[in-house]
């Protein structure tokens, strides 16, 4: 307690409330920049790798200015040794470069310590929780909106990408199921499921453009969504019974609304078999994946976007063509330059390679090779395990759906190598730990029933009741 009082000083006050103003502006802008400079006014494009770079100066700053926490100090110290060895010790690259480099691990290492600052005092937890009840539900009307421009200007594909902008379809379909999950689960009410979903349908509606980009793993996030969605209790079994069939109408529906949009764009699909399906949507001619590798790599055959699992296929024979980078990778930063820094020769080499859908296993095994993998793992366990002292226990279903949105990352996309989504997960993951509950400040003099909120009582006010106010 005397802890928790001397951290609640008016300097920490200010510096918490300063954080959550920077990383809202922050968000917004990675959020929103992309769909300004693609489809509204094409000039800020020539700004949006400057933007960037001070987007994460920003992030960095405000990391190595609040954050006192030894472990996350002493994590990124040894990251970025190691990724200074690897880069330029063992594969010659500028410093310059690995700097460069590690802008794309600035999310990952700096985001999270910074939300415990921010969730270390109760009233800053309960402020940026009722501030993100709002501004995520404002970010993910924008990003509906902005996909619905995209799809009638372009077509369903890859450039309907919402605020993110063209080329991030993947990752606005994700942030509108993690956004939508948390501002639902936020208001359910576990006695009554099926009322309180009903009064909140606004979220559940808000996931309808998810299914207008062509992106796959709308599917995915749509089943875990109403998987993860029932609390885990006694009548978890009863629930699923309910839920099942209609995620499997929804994932049916779903499915219509992606082939009829994409069968409007000039790359239309249309499927005329159960094999047709598991070509598109897994991997197609998985045979001639070694001999496809083998030829493209020999000759250097630009290929604009080589699909993300034979990228995956195609380990085995650029490690034969480059050997000695299976422990240690080529060293950070080949997936950056060609706008304020040049590329490298690995990456002009294989451009084709590195271009387009990069499954986050391949990004950190290129650099970083088996030892990235593994500190990975270890990483995020770490993260898992590691409960803030302020909390007594963890909202099970965030914190599964978190990690199932982790895993799919791996193996379908790069997402986690962009600052604006590392701010939104570690976000979550910080709201996913429960604080214990504060004493009343002045007890009842006659105890009476603490009256129960409503199904559709805002959290902040859910939260006041809790907290004995």
């Not at 309180?196 to 995915?220: G, M, R």
């Amino acid at each position: 307690m005397v802890t928790a009082m001397a951290m609640a000083t008016p300097t920490n006050s200010r510096s918490r409330l300063f954080c959550q103003l920077v990383f809202w502006v922050v968000f917004w802008v990675w959020g929103t920049y992309g769909f300004l400079a693609d489809d509204v006014f094409r000039p800020l494009q020539q700004a949006r790798s400057a933007v960037m770079w001070g987007l994460d100066a920003v992030i960095a700053l405000m990391a190595v200015t609040v954050v006192r926490r030894r472990w996350a100090i002493a994590i990124t110290v040894a990251f970025a040794a190691l990724a200074w060895l690897v880069t330029c010790r063992l594969n010659h690259e500028a410093t310059l470069f690995w700097i460069n480099g590690m802008r794309e691990f600035i999310g990952l290492l700096m985001v999270y310590p910074v939300m415990l600052f921010i969730f270390d005092d109760p009233d800053s937890r309960e402020r940026f929780l009722d501030s993100f009840d709002r501004q995520g539900l404002y970010f993910i009307i924008v990003q509906a909106f902005c996909i619905v421009v995209q799809l009638f200007m372009h077509g369903a594909g890859d450039l309907v990408g919402g605020g993110y902008g063209h080329y991030y379809s993947g990752q606005v379909s994700v942030t509108i199921y993690l956004i939508s999950f948390f501002l639902l689960r936020r208001r359910i009410d576990p006695d009554h499921f099926l009322s309180s979903l009903a009064q909140n349908k606004v979220y559940l509606i808000l996931l309808l453009p998810t299914f207008l980009n062509e992106t796959k793993v709308s599917f995915v996030m749509l089943a875990l969504y109403f998987l993860l969605l029932a609390p885990i209790d006694r009548k978890l079994l009863l629930r699923l019974l309910f839920i099942g069939p209609v995620v499997a109408l929804l994932l049916w529906a779903g499915l219509f609304l992606y082939t009829y949009t994409t069968s409007l764009s000039q790359s239309g699909i249309y499927f005329s078999s159960v094999e047709d399906v598991v070509a598109y949507f897994v991997l197609d001619d998985l045979d001639k994946v070694e001999g496809d590798a083998k030829w493209n790599i020999e000759n250097n055959r630009g290929v604009a976007d080589v699909p993300r699992f034979t990228k995956l296929a195609y380990l085995a024979v650029l490690n034969q063509q480059e050997p000695g980078h299976v422990m240690a990778g080529f060293g950070v930063g080949h997936f950056k330059g060609g706008t304020q820094m040049a590329a490298s020769e690995f990456a002009r080499t294989y451009d084709w390679l590195l271009m387009g859908s990069v499954p986050y296993v391949f990004h950190i095994y290129i650099q970083l090779g088996v030892i990235g993998l593994i500190l990975l793992q270890l990483y995020f366990a770490f993260l898992a395990l590691k409960r803030p002292q302020w909390a007594t226990g963890r909202d099970v279903n965030l914190q599964l759906m978190l990690l199932m949105v982790v895993l799919l990352v791996y193996i379908y996309n790069d997402m986690l190598r962009n600052l604006a989504f590392c701010m939104l997960l570690f976000a979550l993951l910080a709201a996913s730990w429960r604080p214990t509950p504060l004493p009343s400040a002045l007890p009842s003099a006659s105890p009476s029933p603490s009256p129960s909120p409503s199904p559709s009582a805002s959290p902040s006010t859910m939260s006041r009741l809790n907290r004995g106010h």
